[in-house]
């Protein structure tokens, strides 16, 4: 079984930026990498995607290296609000359907006054 | 974005009885949606895809005729913990993707919290 490890927990300060990274050693061709975030008893929400290569959006940036057997995400000029455990994800598609659905250990980020 | 809801929020049942969560996409039709299991401190794990229309499919390690789903209209899944017990206290989550994203984004719900006494 596939696994996707990431470090437990970092810390950091406001206005920093943080590289959280993912190891994913077993992905496949069909997979595509989410990263999300979660606050305490709340469901994940969507912070980014990428198949490979380089993603930017309004909040972040995902770094996938060519052999895409890890990941990157990067959050620029973090702030207290920031703080929560951040999932990677490694889903498989075939066939229009989703075949593959892992997350990440999670990594808990704690941002600092 | 699209919106999916659960209730209830939390659930406090004894042991021996059912509690069933629902699982609802507001604004789009979800022909998919996903269970998931949460302990604390721990990932998200994948219980089961839920289908419209048609048997749902279980992660390997998970009974199905001990969490029961039910995916009986484009909008709603539920899910029936039958004969619940201590070690099935846990978060339960649901989410769905919108067909009208052309990105593989997940809506998750806000969750649903089951202590079982």
């Known amino acids: 079984l596939a696994k996707t490890t990431q470090p437990i927990s970092m810390d950091s300060y406001e206005g920093q930026e943080v590289n959280i990274t993912c190891s994913h050693n077993?992905?496949?061709?069909?997979?595509?990498i989410t990263w999300y975030q979660q606050f305490p008893s709340q469901g994940p929400r969507f912070i980014i995607q990428?198949?490979?290569t380089k993603v930017t959006n309004e909040v972040a940036s995902l770094f996938i290296p060519a052999d895409r057997k890890s990941s990157t995400l990067s959050l620029p000029r973090v702030s207290l609000s920031d703080t929560a455990v951040y999932y990677c994800l490694v889903e498989g598609y075939y066939g229009g359907a989703t075949n593959k659905l892992i997350f990440g250990t999670g990594t808990l980020l704690a941002v600092q006054p | 974005g699209a919106v999916v809801s659960q209730h209830p929020s939390w659930v406090i049942c004894k042991s021996g009885t059912s509690v069933k969560i629902e699982c609802r996409s507001l604004?789009?039709?979800?022909?998919?949606m996903f269970w998931y299991r949460q302990f604390p401190k721990q990932s998200l794990m994948l219980m089961a895809t839920?289908?419209?229309?048609?048997?749902?499919?279980?992660e390997q390690g998970v009974e199905k005729d001990k969490f029961l789903i039910n995916h009986a209209s484009l909008t709603l899944s539920t899910l029936t913990v039958t004969s619940a017990h201590p070690e099935d206290s846990s978060f339960y989550i649901c989410?769905?993707?919108?067909?009208?994203?052309?990105?593989?984004?997940?809506?998750f719900g806000p969750g649903t919290r089951l202590t079982v006494t």
């Open positions: 990428g198949y490979k």
């Open positions: 604004d789009f039709q979800a022909t998919t």
């Open positions: 989410s769905a993707r919108d067909p009208r994203d052309s990105s593989y984004e997940q809506y």
């Open positions: 839920s289908n419209e229309g048609s048997k749902a499919t279980y």
């Open positions: 077993n992905i496949a061709t069909n997979d595509y």
